[in-house]
């Protein structure tokens, strides 16, 4: 009987299982590294909006507090996305004629909403609640970045499981006063940690914040 | 003694020509196509299933509270159960040399193989998100957490791919000296190089022999403790629910002797009609079809001691709400999955007291069909009356299978028929070469 292989089969055998071998580890190296890729986190990815709306003019520039635009931020689970008559107390004076803002004109007129992109969006089965968060003191800024700096928004970070626990395993670090929690640059309260480190655990203590049933699925997951 | 070695030389390649001729040239092709083409329809029918449920959810079961673990959980732990008798026959009775396991291993490790597919793949599907499975495994992920260890969940994923790995491993390294064998006798190119390729080079030199047994031996070492530890794990999943009627300390034993006993059932079904389609009824002969028959018995004897047992703990601790539980399924809605239990595992099966039964291929293809039913039963049985009345009456509930998920399990046992009939047509079915041991060493003690 004739050989059924050649004489190179046997090399080619073990090369093609070495091969699956590395891919198999290349695609798990491959699939950590897309996770916290940019392209699946959107972090940086300005989101196409229909009126180009810049965060660094009206809040860097013009000094406009969060809450103006994003009402229910105190109150409500949502922060709020802003209603055209938010935009008209403005530019109903201001560059009434400007095209770019036409679609906010129209908008008023037809009674219709501007169709805002959402840029923070968590998935649906994560119950997020704005109220809690400003009413204790966690800064804007942790979650949405320097959003004074953004022309145009893009997501600051990565909402990942992880960058919640990152806080609600340590509430005391994330903790400020409530009433600056609109406050952009934090600079000189991160300059001197130890002026402010007791702040945080007091903070803790005062609210009530018990951090060993902070990280429980339900608190997130309901 | 020179003549008993020459018969012994001839006999043996009888035997291996017999099993090899079966992937070469199958000697029922159309019965087998008759049964593929039933097996299709149950596996299109699986695929229909599993699309209506990815699409619609988990909700087009009839599982919901207080009954949320229906059809799913008792078909993986059937499956699971039928699984584990492959191993015991195959690696066990290796271990204990006792030979005449030779003629059976083969296709009960097969049987093994896709029912524990089978089983795996019921967890993932009764998953409210199932395309988050692998959320299960312990891997560096940007959630920052491990999976929950305390949740069964999590060691269904941890036994099942356990179990499954070692049963491929197992199956597979058993096989090769087979598919060497197959292949020097195959003429046409593409089975030569189909089963050159899987045979991975096997010369059968001692060096070969040596490691394979070694290997052999090793995997099956590691294999019989599977099967204690893999279904003690699904009878604790019962006991981590403060649940009435889940708490008897008889559980695990009760369910790996329950798995062993449905599992030889399945494998005595599976003896009897590939002999009778293969022509194999010298190599499976009565006596192989008397010793399934004793061990399906000896297994079916001890379970009854699981039922006896665990209707003794409940009386021996008095406990109001177990005592209820107990009471409720003599007589309450789930009556009928309690005594269909006790009469399909125990009543037809003390006809295999006899030998003269237990040698009647379709008397014991029956009691086995009745065992496998029975078996089933039980599972349906102690996962819904424990959970349909449980401590508080306002959580009281009816459970009904819906429409999907019978059609699921019609499915799902398409899933096991096509593997398993692609097996049967394009692998060795009988271990040709340790029946020829056998034979061997027949010869020398005679």
Redesign the interface.
């Known amino acids: 009987m004739s050989q059924i292989f050649t004489a190179s089969a046997d090399t080619r055998l073990r090369t093609v299982l070495l091969a699956i071998f590395f891919a198999l580890i290349a695609g798990g190296l491959f699939a950590g590294g897309y996770m916290d890729s940019s392209y699946a986190t959107l972090v940086g990815w300005v989101q196409n909006q229909p009126v180009p709306f810049s965060h660094e003019h009206h809040v860097g520039g013009l000094g406009i507090d969060c809450r103006y635009c994003h009402t229910t931020v105190e109150t409500s689970k949502h922060a709020g996305l802003p209603a055209t008559h938010i935009c008209m107390t403005c530019h109903s004076q201001l560059w009434t004629g400007a095209p770019m803002l036409a679609p906010v004109r129209e908008s008023l007129a037809s009674g219709k909403p501007i169709a805002w992109q959402r840029v923070a969006r968590l998935p649906d089965y994560v119950y997020f609640d704005h109220a809690i968060h400003i009413a204790r003191g966690v800064p804007c800024v942790s979650c949405h970045g320097r959003v004074d700096k953004m022309p145009l928004m893009a997501r600051a970070v990565a909402l990942q499981m992880q960058f919640c626990l990152g806080c609600h395993r340590n509430p005391a670090a994330a903790l400020h006063p409530p009433d600056q929690v609109t406050r952009m640059d934090w600079s000189d309260w991160n300059k001197h940690p130890e002026t402010h480190k007791l702040y945080g655990q007091l903070m803790v203590k005062t609210y009530g914040i018990e951090p060993a049933k902070l990280d429980d699925c339900n608190i997130c997951h309901r | 003694m020179k003549d008993a070695a020459s018969t012994t030389v001839v006999r043996s390649e009888t035997v291996s020509e017999e099993i090899t001729r079966i992937p070469l040239g199958f000697p029922n092709p159309r019965a087998w196509w008759l049964l593929f083409a039933f097996a299709l329809l149950l596996l299109a029918t699986f695929i229909i299933s599993v699309a209506v449920l990815f699409f619609y959810g988990v909700g087009v079961w009839g599982n919901n509270i207080p009954v949320n673990w229906g059809l799913a959980i008792a078909n993986y732990i059937w499956f699971l159960g039928i699984g584990h008798a492959g191993t015991l026959i195959s690696a066990m009775l290796l271990l204990v040399r006792a030979h005449w396991r030779s003629s059976l291993n083969r296709f009960a490790e097969a049987m093994t193989l896709f029912a524990v597919i089978c089983a795996g793949l019921y967890p993932i599907l009764h998953l409210g998100r199932p395309w988050y499975f692998y959320w299960m495994a312990p891997y560096?992920?940007?959630?920052?957490?491990w999976p929950q260890f305390k949740s069964p969940l999590a060691w269904d994923f941890v036994a099942v791919l356990t179990y499954l790995t070692v049963s491929a491993l197992f199956w597979y390294i058993g096989i090769v000296p087979d598919l060497a064998a197959v292949?020097?006798r195959a003429s046409k190119r593409w089975q030569?190089?189909f089963y050159?390729?899987f045979a991975l080079?096997w010369r059968g030199s001692a060096h070969h022999w040596a490691r394979w047994r070694q290997s052999y031996r090793l995997t099956a070492a590691i294999a019989v403790p599977l099967v204690v530890s893999v279904h003690s794990e699904v009878s604790l999943l019962f006991a981590a629910g403060p649940i009435p009627g889940w708490a008897s300390t008889v559980f695990p034993p009760y369910f790996v002797l329950g798995a062993a006993f449905s599992g030889f059932a399945v494998v005595a079904m599976i003896a009897v009609v590939l002999r009778h389609a293969l022509g194999l009824e010298d190599l499976v002969s009565e006596r192989h079809l008397d010793l399934l028959g004793k061990f399906l018995l000896a297994t079916g004897l001890m379970t009854a001691y699981g039922y006896f047992a665990e209707a003794f703990d409940v009386l021996y601790s008095g406990e109001k709400q177990e005592m209820d539980t107990l009471f409720d399924r003599f007589s309450g809605a789930y009556a009928w999955s309690y005594w269909g239990a006790i009469v399909g595992n125990f009543v037809p099966l003390q006809l295999l007291w006899w030998r003269r039964v237990r040698v009647q291929p379709i008397l014991l293809f029956l009691i086995a069909l009745a065992v496998a039913v029975g078996m089933w039963l039980e599972r349906y049985m102690l996962l819904v009356t424990s959970l349909y009345r449980d401590w508080l009456v306002s959580s009281w509930g009816i459970y009904h299978a819906s429409f999907w998920e019978w059609s699921l399990f019609a499915g799902m046992l398409g899933v096991f028929l096509v593997p398993f009939l692609l097996f049967v047509r394009f692998l060795p079915v009988i271990s040709s070469f340790e029946v020829v041991e056998t034979l061997f060493e027949e010869d020398r003690h005679a």
């Open positions: 560096p992920n940007t959630m920052d957490i292949r020097d030569q190089v050159g390729l080079g």
